[in-house]
Nanobody, 122 residues
Framework: QVQLVESGGGLVQAGGSPTPSCAAS????????MGWFRQVPGKERECVAT????????EYLDSVKGRFTITRDVAKNTVALQMNSLKPEDTAVYYC???????????????WGQGTQVTVSA
């Protein structure tokens, strides 16, 4: 069983740079690909960024490329999302996710965190 707990986020001004973090627990979680998704009311949850289990490969949603950076600390079982140059349209609930399969992670992750709200004021 894998458990994911997010922290960080909150209310930030446009242009701000919060760094939500996710702590993962579970016997084999360090071998899992991990990622961040976001969702706004009335829209589908979308994959923002993923990182492979050893942190060498990352992927990003086009609209956040160059602004967001996903990193992980394998030893500490944490993954973070550095968010720079935030825009009001980045406002959403951000969810940490994990799956042994990176392809599954992109679409239907096996494990989810509870989510953390990020609200960007203009």
């Amino acid at each position: 069983q894998v458990q994911l707990v997010e922290s960080g986020g909150g209310l930030v001004q446009a242009g701000g740079s919060p760094t939500p973090s996710c702590a993962a627990s579970g016997r084999t979680v360090r071998r899992y690909a991990m990622g961040w998704f976001r969702q706004v009311p009335g829209k589908e949850r979308e994959c923002v960024a993923t990182i492979n289990w050893y942190g060498a490969s990352t992927e990003y949603l086009d609209s956040v490329k160059g602004r967001f950076t996903i990193t992980r600390d394998v030893a500490k079982n944490t993954v973070a999302l550095q968010m720079n140059s935030l825009k009001p349209e980045d406002t959403a609930v951000y969810y940490c996710a994990a799956d042994y399969s990176r392809s599954a992670l992109r679409t239907y992750p096996g494990y989810w965190g509870q989510g953390t709200q990020v609200t960007v004021s203009a």
